[in-house]
């Protein structure tokens, strides 16, 4: 600020009103199998409804993972989800070659051309050549790519890749996507359809629309048409548009709504350049809508660009689109128009929805997929400074995998808690879906001998639930950790996440038919004495979470989920806080400002019995001269947690009628 060399008043601000940030504690995370859905992207998931439109809905395979992430998302508005795939699996595709002028006809007339080549055809390509191809940004496919079926255009020795041709693919492989479907109509058709919707608004009577329909329907042929002539492919006008008489009827019909639906653009293409772009979800919804150009030069009149594949890639929710070498150097030629094609479409003459690809998820299984859950794991959920997360979610993984999800807890992000779930095979006879001999003698075993977790940060659960799937219409076994998620973010939401998430305050599952096993006192006993926490079904009081021990065998304030997670709210709070003290000086002004700010904060929890006590020590004592040179600041915060009342003694006295109880209660 420069001295004043005259009379003048200067304002200076200074803010001293810092307070500690607010802070998660109930974002879930979790990598599971999908039908569909982008493949190794981290997603936000704020609801179940959000779930199933982003991911599909559960089959016989990923049931497990669907359900757990569907309940966490009941009770907590916060869940990222990670589909993760085989990236060798195939994703459903489509190529469309280019259209031909015609040749000779009538001026005005309507030219059919007629399907004696294919004009598209099935070509699917595996996740991971999609995902090296659109990392490239110049939007056309590598021409040394394998050909699926180079006979599928006009000539047999044309490379699809090098060819004037276009390529659609799912953003993701599964089989749900062969059931979208997408129609492109270029401009001289798109406006032959803006015509017949326009005729056929105003027709009266039923002579009317049968004239109609019969003149756009039968067109002329191509081989008779004149030189820009519109061709009008057969596929589109008689396919899906036009419904001929069926005898004895001699009535013409239209299916209108399709048409509004092919011709529902402001503003529409005009030029050989551009074409229109529709996208059906598997329901046959329309979805998604583009008018775009194949000139990677061309702008609209506002300036946005109109390049196809540069306004579909990363803003489409179902497809990418790719461009043929060939045609970027030849950009005026106009694409064909298709019928509705499905992406897993193969002949004109397979009846629609026919699904040849294999990009399911294998049959037999989640095994295939293990390695890919963990490197997802590994690079998604990591780094705290990339993505803030509370609660990891096992959906009945491998060992190896629970395992690692308590070692990114306990040793990478140090600000996270996992629960995990007994495997299924622990407590059920995978044959008969029945409880095993001995299911809680195993269960001990498998934690003890098996699973070898030793941590604070995390917990496991034993046992299975029960549930409806409404998709199937039938019951399944699900893991129960989804639900204890969604528990803990209720316990959070409606307490505070130093509150134990068990009992029948804030323990009860809802929405569930049965659990798996029900241990009595004995057997809750075997299972809680080696850190598994039961879940329970009280007769007239529901499902209870029995139980709030984490996995550290060691008997402290850490053995107990309540004080783990207190302790992880405290310390991302004050850690956030405190990186606004770096580079600041380390002298009496600034500690003191530290404990006016950390002091308040704990004042809070304590009066919202998070702990007993508390005591804050910034100052000259841990601030040495040594300290100080070593460019360190030191706080040390002292906590005193509360505890949980998990053994419940009630003595009952009979006392005499003539005696005081003072009397009694002195001898106690």
Partial sequence: MPNNLSPDVTIRERDFSQVLPSVTSSVGSIVIAAQKGPVNVRTLITNPSDLEQKFGRPDDTNYTHWFTAEAFSQQSNQLWVVRTEDDTKACAGLTIGTSSSATTANPGDIVVLEN??????????????IKQNEAKKDYSLDPELPISDPNSLDNPANNLLDDESYHFYAIGPGSVYSNNSIVVINAADWQVLLDLRDELVEAVTQDDIDEICSRYYNGVSATSATPGDALLSDSLIKFDVIVPPTPPSTDWSADTAFLQTLTSFEFGPDEDDEAVLIVFNSFGDPVEQWV??????KRDEQGNRMFGPRLVNGNSEYIYFFIGANETEAPAVPMVTTRRTFLGYTDYDVAQGFDKLTGELPGTGLGDLTGEILTQWQEKFTNPEDIEIDILLDPDYNDNIKRYLDKICKEIRLDCFAILNVPKSKILNPSTNKPISSPYQTM???VSRELNINSSYSAI?????????????????????????????FTDFSAAQWWAPAGLNRGIIGNVIDVAVNPNKGQRDILYYNRINPIVNFIGEGIVIWGQKTLQSKSSAFDRINVRRLFLYLEKSVKRFARYYLFEFNDDFTRSRFRGTVNPFLSEVKARRGVYDYLVVCDETNNTPEVIDRNEFRAEILVKPTRVAEFIKLTFTAVGTGVEFSEVVERL
Avoid: C, H
């Fill in 461 to 489: 659960y034993g046992n299975y639930f029960k549930i409806y799937d409404r998709f199937a219409e039938q019951e399944r076994w699900v893991p129960v950790s989804g639900y204890v998620g969604a528990v803990m973010a």
């Fill in 292 to 297: 775009f150009s194949n000139d990677p030069e």
């Fill in 444 to 446: 001990k075993n498998y």
């Fill in 116 to 129: 004696t080549t294919k004009k598209v055809a099935d070509f699917p390509l595996s996740y991971a050549n």
